[in-house]
């Protein structure tokens, strides 16, 4: 997602629609990009890019250097930016994205250029679902948690994922929809780190610095670290949060240290 809007003269609505969360507006930004608006608030658009592909590499670079077969999920498809960047990385073995708007689905078939030929890699099964109730559900399907001393990719039936990137939302402190509180909640964050191979990576987009959102991270158990990521006319810069899971399990054996539901 972004923050910026464009001023080209020749914006127009090209659709509008009752969307699962509300109205969605697809609007035309001169002639080959588009902007997303959700309730009558900016979305996104598929002129900002950076912070979306830096989301991508963020995660994937801080991943340890022998992973070869990476699992990634992604929470939002929005404009395919994060989808695109993902895909790029040749250790990426399966992409699984979630997506709760099928209208989204849609325009990134129809209208964004290069989505449709992502959307069709044979790496990436895309879901259309809410996401929290995807980390959930898929959370609790585990059997066991795997061996903090073996590469989760070694076993694919594990179920876990090497990278997961979180863009359903402007940010923590802003979400499209007051049901996405429970992703980055005590429930959410749990969730994600349960299905997350240990020493593998969380990252979140963030509109800005969350100071409270940082520190539900700590508490769930993720070593923690936040990227600006400054832009033109963005101020403040976007935030990646990265999160990483410990290679060994905490004393208590679940990692997740008691934080209460935002």
Not at 18 to 47: D, K, P
Not at 92 to 121: C, M, Q, Y
Request: proline share 7%.
């Amino acid at each position: 997602m972004a923050k910026t809007l464009s001023t080209h003269p020749r914006r127009h609505r090209v659709e509008r629609c009752q969307g699962v969360s509300g109205e969605l507006a697809l609007v035309s930004a001169g002639r080959t990009h588009y902007e997303i608006v959700a309730n009558g608030h900016f979305l996104m658009a598929t002129y900002n890019r950076r912070s979306e592909q830096t989301l991508a590499r963020l995660a994937l670079d801080a991943l340890p250097p022998a992973w070869t077969r990476i699992r990634v999920l992604i929470g939002g498809l929005g404009v395919g930016h994060t989808l695109r960047a993902t895909l790029s990385d040749s250790r990426v073995l399966a992409v699984t994205v979630v997506e709760l708007e099928p209208r989204i689905i849609h325009w990134n078939r129809l209208h964004f250029k290069g989505s449709a030929k992502a959307l069709a890699d044979e790496r990436v099964t895309l879901v259309q679902e809410d996401f929290f109730a995807h980390l959930r559900d898929t959370a609790a399907s585990l059997p066991a948690a795997p061996s903090a001393n073996v590469h989760p990719a070694a076993s694919p039936a594990d179920g876990v994922y090497e990278v997961i990137l979180a863009d359903t939302d402007n940010g923590p402190d802003w979400l499209v929809r007051p049901e996405n509180h429970a992703i980055y909640g005590r429930r959410g964050l749990g969730a994600a780190f349960a299905v997350l191979a240990p020493g593998g990576v969380a990252a979140f987009w963030s509109s800005g610095p969350s100071e409270w959102f940082g520190e539900r991270l700590t508490a769930t158990g993720f070593a923690v670290s936040a990227q600006a990521v400054p832009g033109r006319k963005v101020i403040p810069p976007d935030v990646i949060y990265l999160g990483r899971k410990p290679r060994q399990p905490s004393p208590d054996g679940t990692g997740v240290k008691g934080a209460d539901n935002r």
